[in-house]
């Protein structure tokens, strides 16, 4: 996973003046940061999802494409990373709506240079916890796909707590198999109880023991 100061910051805007002093201010924190005068040029410049990028700051109003537009767009073809938009006085609305599309914040000029930091910070923070559990996730995944259907069938009634006559009844199968199947489980996912599976089981899916 990509470490928070290897992170990547992108701004778009198409006033150029505004653009310069955002990279200058932001830069001067230590994050390595890129500019953009359009939501296209960004796409043409990053037309993936890319995790090292770790908060984009889109201005709400842009010519060519818009900051909403940029946003679903962006949607679309599968980032999350976090969104901070820049809007003018009146903008509100469309702040609003932003944020209802998944933005993570937005700040209203004119604002203050600490607000700013505080805001893209705040980003940074949960595109890690982001990262973190998505990688959580794919760890149970890759975990979980190492079992047998039937080891896959006795982990599940594990994890929501069976004791392994109930599993062995569910199943049609004895206690024994039941037993064995059990250790292989644990084994193959390096654990050593029934609540650490449930916990490998609730990171692959949240609703699977419901």
């Not at 980003?123 to 796909?145: G, K, M, N, V």
């Not at 009844?169 to 198999?177: F, P, V, Y």
Request: charged share 25%; aromatic share 4%.
């Amino acid at each position: 996973m990509t470490q928070p100061d290897l992170w990547h910051l992108h701004v778009v805007d198409d006033d150029a003046a505004f653009r310069r002093s955002l990279l200058f201010l932001l830069e001067s924190m230590g994050w390595e940061v890129t500019g953009h005068a359009s939501g296209p040029e960004f796409l043409a410049a990053c037309p993936e999802p890319d995790e090292r990028i770790g908060c984009l700051l889109l201005d709400i109003r842009m010519p060519q494409m818009s900051g909403l537009e940029l946003q679903r767009t962006l949607g679309e073809r599968g980032w999350t990373t976090p969104v901070v938009f820049i809007t003018g006085h009146g903008d509100v609305e469309l702040a609003v709506q932003a944020m209802k599309q998944g933005a993570f914040d937005f700040l209203e000029k004119p604002f203050k240079d600490q607000r700013l930091l505080d805001v893209v910070s705040a980003a940074l923070r949960q595109h890690e916890a982001t990262l973190q559990r998505d990688s959580r996730t794919r760890e149970a995944h890759e975990a979980l796909a190492r079992l047998s259907p039937r080891e896959a069938e006795v982990a599940l009634l594990v994890a929501r707590g069976l004791p392994n006559k109930l599993v062995a009844r569910e199943l049609d199968i004895s206690e024994k198999t039941v037993h064995i199947h059990r250790q292989h489980v644990m084994e193959k996912l390096g654990i050593g109880s029934a609540a650490e599976l449930a916990r490998v089981v609730l990171r692959a899916d949240p609703g699977a023991l419901d």
